[in-house]
């Protein structure tokens, strides 16, 4: 049989034309990895500022909460009180939106848990300044809590801290100095390891800056906690919260929302379990 293997000559041209497509398909990668890294803020933090949205919602007391983070940046938040409350609430919303998105889970925890409650917007969201980033927003969350202890009268460790998706990790930093009891809900144990279950081609736990690390604060915080998790949640899956339930202290409840998304509404069963947990908080 003939021997067809190809000449040297016509075999160098293949060869050439493969390692040009591996160096474009590299420097493609690169950059792709370069814009991430610059990206990074504006693919967590999504907010949307005040002009667009409700500001004078119906069926609630609301009273203007303004405030300075302690580099200066001004705040904007609101405040629901309650004349005998359970518990006096600083509730930390999730990454996108504004507190306008979260007037429904303000009223309920006002009228289902009675509760006083605040919530405010991160630098950069609604009518507060600035831009977030991870330690501004945990800036901002202080600064929150020192005007709602002021306003309701009580020490900052008395707070209740309440915290969704990102939210919970700046609950989670918060509650780490004390507080009379922490609340999360759909939230995770380490923000890179979120984005490598989304991103798995991207090298993300050696690329990112932001680390909400709340696996590890948590373990500084020895109130009780009441943690939720949908069973469904496709932005942040169950095993990120259980790790994050793993490394808290006693005395802590677990509670698995059956069918639940990330972003799903919570059940009104939800709010009487949480008013049970409140009351019994010491």
């Known amino acids: 049989m003939a021997d067809t293997a190809l000449p040297s000559t016509q075999k160098r041209p293949r060869r050439q034309l493969f390692w040009r497509a591996c160096r474009l398909f590299l420097t493609v990668y690169l950059l792709v990895l370069l814009g991430l890294m ?4 504006h693919l967590i ?12 919602p119906v069926g609630i007391a609301l009273e203007d909460a303004h405030f300075a983070a302690s580099d200066g940046t001004k705040l904007h938040g609101w405040y629901a009180p309650h004349a005998n409350p359970t518990a006096v609430i600083l509730f930390c919303h999730g990454n996108a939106g504004n507190i306008t998105h979260r007037i429904d889970i303000i009223r309920a925890l006002h009228d289902r848990t009675g509760a006083a409650v605040m919530a405010f917007d991160y630098r950069g969201y609604g009518r507060s300044e600035g831009k977030p980033d991870e330690p501004g927003v945990l800036a901002d969350a202080r600064a929150a809590r020192a005007w709602l202890a002021e306003r309701a ?3 900052p460790e008395q707070i209740v801290l309440m915290g969704e998706s990102l939210g919970g990790a ?3 930093d918060l509650a780490a100095d004390g507080a009379r009891a922490l609340v999360l809900e759909n939230t995770f144990n380490f923000m890179p390891d979120v984005a490598a279950y989304h991103y798995p081609w991207v090298p993300v736990r050696l690329m990112m800056k932001t680390k909400f690390d709340s696996a590890t604060k948590i373990r500084s915080y020895h109130g009780p906690l009441f943690q939720s998790h949908g069973d469904h949640d496709t932005i942040v899956p169950l095993k990120f919260a259980q790790r994050l339930f793993d490394a ?3 005395p802590k409840q677990f509670l698995l929302v059956e069918g639940a998304d990330h972003n799903d509404p919570r059940p009104l069963a939800y709010y009487d379990k949480l008013r049970a947990f409140l009351e019994n908080a010491p």
């Open 248 to 250: 808290a202290n006693q």
């Open 38 to 41: 610059l990206l990074e803020n």
């Open 170 to 172: 700046v609950a989670v």
């Open 153 to 155: 009268g009580v020490p």
């Open 45 to 56: 933090f999504i907010p949307t500022n005040f002009a667009d949205d409700d500001w004078s």
